[in-house]
């Protein structure tokens, strides 16, 4: 894999009005759609909610909304990307994908026209570098968020199932990252594999669904009117006592932790690492 370059972008537009997170949860909850937590910081958690009950309203912006973190561009990158939300056509063959999110600054604020270019493998783990199959760019609306439909990347040898993806705010540097799957059984075998990439992906119908929140280093003036001190979220060291999430521990699917005061159950089995605490990996852990 070459190193990541810089990417050949697109003017950039200016900015747009920004949405404060919980102005934007409760506009949610106030028109009855699905539940939309915005705390996890990476990949949504609404996918895993599903429960009905209102969003909760006083999710933290430092509650695990680190930076998303980079990876290497990989050797099939292409500048010039068409512009296109829709990387497939009803002939297209694959199982169809949509992966769709926000993009946050570091207030926690969502970012409008952010640029968001995608490129992939085919069905068969093919990447065209003579045209521009699987690739498009686009941008994040005035709510900051972004949809993408396409098809479930097939595998090459070396890697797991991934996307990449290049995301750059108006006037920031570029962020060079890839997406993943949970539940492949390369993402235990691929070193390029970080599980603070992982999207949360549902069975829609004969498709799928994917989600997952970019959150880029972008300076941005908080909300005028933060929460009380006394509802930010857990503390980051563990619980005393067993159970404990500890790095290096072997995690099976099913077995439960806890962290910052709160519980949370494995989704997947894999192998503890810092920086892939609960509250940062929803794909991984579920709150209890
Ligand atoms: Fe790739």
Redesign the pocket.
């Known amino acids: 894999m070459s190193e990541q370059d810089e990417l050949q972008t697109p003017e950039p537009r200016p900015h747009e009005r920004l949405l404060s997170r919980k102005t934007l949860l409760k506009a949610v909850a106030a028109a009855g759609a699905a539940p939309l937590l915005l705390g996890a910081g990476t990949a949504l958690a609404r996918d895993r909610r599903g429960t009905g009950l209102a969003p909760e309203l006083t999710p933290d912006c430092d509650d695990g909304d680190h930076p998303t973190v980079p990876q290497t561009e990989?050797p099939?990158f292409k500048p010039n990307s068409p512009l296109r939300t829709s990387l497939v056509t009803a002939s297209t063959p694959g199982t169809r994908l949509t992966v769709s999110g926000y993009v946050f600054g570091s207030a926690c604020l969502p970012i409008a026209n952010v640029l968001l270019d995608f490129w992939?493998?085919d069905t068969n783990g093919a990447?065209d570098n003579t045209g521009f199959a699987f690739r498009g760019h686009q941008f994040t609306n005035a709510q900051g968020a972004f949809s993408l439909s396409t098809i479930v990347p097939g595998l090459?040898p070396g890697?797991t199932r991934?996307i990449?993806v290049k995301v750059q705010a108006p006037n920031r540097p570029v962020l060079t990252t890839?997406l993943y799957f949970p539940g492949e059984p390369r993402n235990s075998t691929d070193t390029i594999f970080d599980a603070r990439l992982l999207m949360n992906v549902r069975q829609i119908g004969s498709g799928k669904e994917g989600t997952f929140d970019f959150v880029l280093n972008v300076p941005q003036t908080p909300n005028p009117s933060p929460s009380p001190t006394g509802t930010t979220s857990p503390s980051p060291s563990p619980t005393p006592g067993g159970g404990s999430w500890t790095p290096g521990t072997n995690y099976r699917a099913g077995d439960r932790v806890t962290y910052g005061g709160a519980s949370y159950q494995c989704l997947q089995a894999h192998t503890a690492m810092v920086g892939w605490e609960p509250p940062n990996v929803p794909a991984l852990w579920r709150r209890l």
């Open positions: 990989g099939y992939q493998a990447y090459y890697r991934h990449h890839q």
